[in-house]
């Protein structure tokens, strides 16, 4: 049974720094891109970045480059998501997701991904 455990969310004035943790358990040996995903309230969930299984490769939104990083651990157990110089509207829940397919280039559509954790809430505040 594959599940997905987030951890690292809280409380942090604008400009601050967070690093959110996805613990990975029952994947496949190898997998596609895993990342994170965000949703404010009243809002869509949407994507925010993601990393391949050889950690070779990493997508951001474009509202996040330049702040936030995302990285996998050598056991690619775990990833990663750093993310500095937040905003108010970086405030959302963050979702860890992995998708099972091994693709070229991932796709940003939550509903392609396949397995997901239960969220932690961040909070910026200004």
């Known amino acids: 049974q594959v599940q997905l455990v987030e951890s690292g969310g809280g409380l942090v004035q604008a400009g601050g720094s967070l690093r959110l943790s996805c613990a990975a358990s029952g994947l496949p040996f190898i997998y596609g891109y895993m990342g994170w995903f965000r949703q404010a309230p009243g809002k869509e969930r949407d994507f925010v970045a993601v990393i391949n299984w050889s950690g070779s490769r990493t997508y951001y939104t474009d509202s996040v480059k330049g702040r936030f990083t995302i990285s996998r651990d050598n056991a690619k157990t775990t990833v990663y998501l750093q993310r500095n110089s937040l905003k108010p509207e970086d405030t959302a829940v963050y979702y860890c997701?992995?998708?099972?397919?091994?693709?070229?280039?991932?796709?940003?559509?939550?509903?392609?991904?396949?397995?997901w954790g239960q969220g932690t809430q961040v909070t910026v505040s200004s």
């Open positions: 997701a992995a998708d099972r397919q091994l693709r070229s280039v991932p796709v940003v559509a939550a509903n392609e991904y396949d397995y």
